[in-house]
């Protein structure tokens, strides 16, 4: 049972502009969030992450929001780029111990000129 | 620094036969992974190790074995192959230290097919 879910496999955006991925979690004990993305034919790199004692964290053109009471999260790319283009995974720890994670579907970001 | 590496890139195997997946980290990590990659369904972990010498089940363990060779090595091996098990496979790797630990670092990949 999917416990992060992208419910969007896909989006289109123009470059300059704003892209906003979304995802949604079934398990209000997740405490920590992560957004990893990956490129064809290589593995998924580190993003950004946030802590839910935080509703907003930044890191240049990215910033992810978290809304508890929703239990959604957003990542949003400011200005989108077409090196931007990649599939996005939303990720969360498994509750129970240990670092394992537990990933959504993803969503292909498209960025066209 | 390599990072992870993981072989071979491409493997076809026929449905019955045996094979081992390699990953190595050059890091210094003391966790270590291996995630399946399917179409619609994310990435899914089959099994993970906290450190030399320990291994723990993930959400898709059946069909697979695996060896923690030691620190820098993390094996995954499918003894009889299924139709089902044609994926691609990621290994990754991370600190121990806290939140440090969630940020795990993947190899390339090895994309299999059993026919």
Redesign the interface.
Known sequence: D?QVK?NS?SLSVQEGRISILNCDYTNSMFD?F?WYKKYP??????LI?I?SIKDKNEDGRFTVFLNKSAKHLSLHIVPSQPGDSAVY?C?A?LTGG?????????TQLKVEL | NAG?TQTPKFQVLKTGQSMTLQCAQDMNHN?M?WYRQDP??????IY?S?SEGTT?K??VPNGYNVSRLNKREFSLRLESAAPSQTSVY?C?S?L?RG?Q?????????TRLTVL
Not at chain 1, 41 to 46: I, K, L, S, V, Y
Not at chain 1, 98 to 106: A, E, I, M, Q, R
Not at chain 2, 101 to 109: C, S
């Open positions: 999917q992208q496999p920590y992560l034919a290589e593995g998924p790199t580190f992450s802590s995974f990720a720890p240990g670092n394992k994670l537990t990933f959504g579907t993803g | 992870v966790s992974y619609g369904m994310g990435l899914r972990l993970y906290a723990d993930g959400e990621f990754a991370s121990n939140r630990a969630l940020t795990q670092y993947f190899g390339p990949g």
